[in-house]
T-cell receptor, first 110, second 114 residues
């Protein structure tokens, strides 16, 4: 059974700093890995999708990496802003479904 | 519509009553997923549809839970004889196909069982 772990569970950083969120998964037989953000009271918004054959994906200030063999992914956020405050979830796609981690609650301090 | 629509946004019910949660996916999306998020927990997979069929029902917690999808569009998740442990946010997502495409989520239905 696929298990996805995210560390840390919560993180607070001053505005402007760069930061890294970590995700690990137990079964490397994945089709892709997706990062989402979840804001209070709303659904999830897809940020980045990395196919299993890829090593990284970039979108604006966000960069996600994937090391499938070691079961790890990181989400790098550059020059953090207060609007980045949210819960970030990673999820791996395999066996026709996404399996989610429990998330990292990120707070950017102005 | 422009996004995935779920209704109602909030539902309060008494223990033992039945509830129906509705999901209207993005037009043209053939895959539809239901997840549950309990307080402080991660997202728990419940069921997914490819068209009108549900190849994987493995996540449904008990036989009180059922789901259907008609016309390859709207889906309904039904919980019979609700229990307090059913209280959670129920999230629906759709994607263009079931082959690992990006999932687009609705805002969810917050279910509270008293």
């Amino acid at each position: 059974k696929q298990e996805v772990t995210q560390i840390p569970a919560a993180l607070s950083v001053p505005e402007g700093e760069n930061l890294v969120l970590n995700c690990s998964f137990t079964d490397s037989a994945i089709y892709n890995l997706q990062w989402f953000r979840q804001d209070s009271g709303t659904g999830l918004t897809s940020l980045l999708l990395i196919q299993s054959s890829q090593r990284e994906q970039t979108s604006g200030r966000l960069n996600a990496s994937l090391d499938k063999s070691s079961g790890r992914s990181t989400l790098y956020i550059a020059a953090s802003q207060p609007g980045d405050s949210a819960t970030y979830l990673c999820a791996v796609f395999g066996n026709e479904k996404l399996t989610f981690g429990t998330g990292t609650r990120l707070t950017i301090i102005p | 519509g422009a996004g995935v629509s779920q209704s109602p946004s909030n539902k309060v019910t008494e223990k033992g009553k039945d509830v129906e949660l509705r999901c209207d996916p993005i037009s043209g999306h053939t895959a539809l997923y239901w997840y549950r998020q309990s307080l402080g927990q991660g997202l728990e997979f419940l069921i997914y549809f490819q068209g009108n069929s549900a190849p994987d029902k493995s996540g449904l917690p008990s036989d009180r839970f059922s789901a259907e999808r008609t016309g390859g569009s709207v889906s309904t998740l039904t919980i019979q004889r609700t229990q307090q442990e059913d209280s959670a946010v129920y999230l629906c997502a759709s994607s263009f196909s079931s082959g690992g495409q990006v999932l687009y989520f609705g805002a969810g239905t917050r279910l509270s069982v008293l």
